[in-house]
């Protein structure tokens, strides 16, 4: 089957939606491969509308629910560009948007280390919703993350089960 474009459109899906023990089981493709990798490159190199698309094409081709793990790298990727365009609330929002869709994954996924993403995140978020502690924040002083590239990513295989004689 080829992936490289969907069969219909995808429907959206809320995060309480989502079927959790289905997440982690994303495989990428060759061509998603090349996709995913530009798209961290290139958010490394501060690019961060450029890794939104490189991001977004894999997402596109994914009707499953793992893709919100790329949807949370996509938000990462608008907070950072709204953030260098003065646009703090929208920074904020796509922020905590990346946020709410990180933590639904295990530590280390797809290669990338996701721990030290949330906790980056967390760093920057102000604490609760307050506008007064949106307000009163220093802008400036926030630097984009690196992402981690800690382990080549291993495709989901699944289980293997002996045969019976």
């Not at 069969?7 to 959206?12: E, T």
């Not at 961290?40 to 939104?52: C, K, V, Y």
């Not at 977004?56 to 709204?82: C, K, M, N, S, T």
């Not at 993403?117 to 993350?145: F, H, Q, T």
């Amino acid at each position: 089957m080829d992936r490289s474009e969907p069969a219909r459109p995808i429907r959206k899906k809320s995060l309480s939606e989502l079927d959790l023990s289905t997440l982690t089981h994303f495989v990428l493709t060759a061509r998603d491969r090349t996709d995913f990798h530009r798209g961290i490159r290139l958010f490394n190199q501060a690019r961060f509308w450029e890794a939104h698309e490189a991001w977004e094409a894999v997402w596109l081709r994914h009707p499953e629910d793992g893709r919100f793990f790329i949807q949370g790298l996509i938000q990462l990727a608008a907070a950072y560009h709204q953030l260098r365009r003065r646009i703090y609330r929208g920074f904020l929002i796509h922020l905590g948007r990346a946020q709410e869709r990180l933590v639904l994954f295990p530590d280390l996924f797809l290669g990338i280390d996701v721990a030290d993403l949330r906790n980056e995140i967390r760093r920057v978020l102000p604490p609760g919703d307050s506008k007064e502690a949106e307000d009163g924040a220093d802008y400036s002083r926030i630097v984009p993350p690196r992402i981690r590239v800690v382990d080549p990513p291993t495709p989901y295989l699944p289980p293997t089960f002996p045969r019976s004689e």
